[in-house]
Nanobody, 126 residues
Framework: QVQLVESGGGLVQAGGSLRLSCVAS???????MGWFRQAPGKEREFVAA????????SYADSVKDRFTISRDNAKNTVYLHMNKLKPEDTAVYYC????????????????????WGQGTQVTVSS
């Protein structure tokens, strides 16, 4: 079993930056991981994903060149660095982990992930 705890959300002005963190606990964690978000009245959507080693990453078009996903396996932590934030980035951000140890792969679909955090709110004011 894996428990995921996100932190780092908050209120920021448009153009600002935030860094989200997700710490995995419960057992040694080494599968691919992702970030998703859900805005009010909208479906959960993919944001970014990273492979087991960190060598492969994948991004939604809406965040490409603004967000960066990274991981520190020694700390069982994945990060989402968010720059040039826009009001449309406002959402609850969820960290997700897969139980699939496929190498060099970063899944983009929510149903590929087995474990989810409780979410952290990001609000971007205009």
């Amino acid at each position: 079993q894996v428990q995921l705890v996100e932190s780092g959300g908050g209120l920021v002005q448009a153009g600002g930056s935030l860094r989200l963190s997700c710490v995995a606990s419960g057992r040694t964690f080494s599968s691919y991981m992702g970030w998703f978000r859900q805005a009010p009245g909208k479906e959960r959507e993919f944001v970014a994903a990273i492979s087991r080693s960190g060598a492969r990453t994948s991004y939604a078009d809406s965040v490409k060149d603004r967000f960066t996903i990274s991981r520190d396996n020694a700390k069982n932590t994945v990060y989402l660095h968010m720059n040039k934030l826009k009001p449309e980035d406002t959402a609850v951000y969820y960290c997700a982990a897969s139980s699939n140890y496929r190498s060099n792969y970063a899944g983009r679909e929510a149903d590929e992930y087995d474990y989810w955090g409780q979410g952290t709110q990001v609000t971007v004011s205009s």
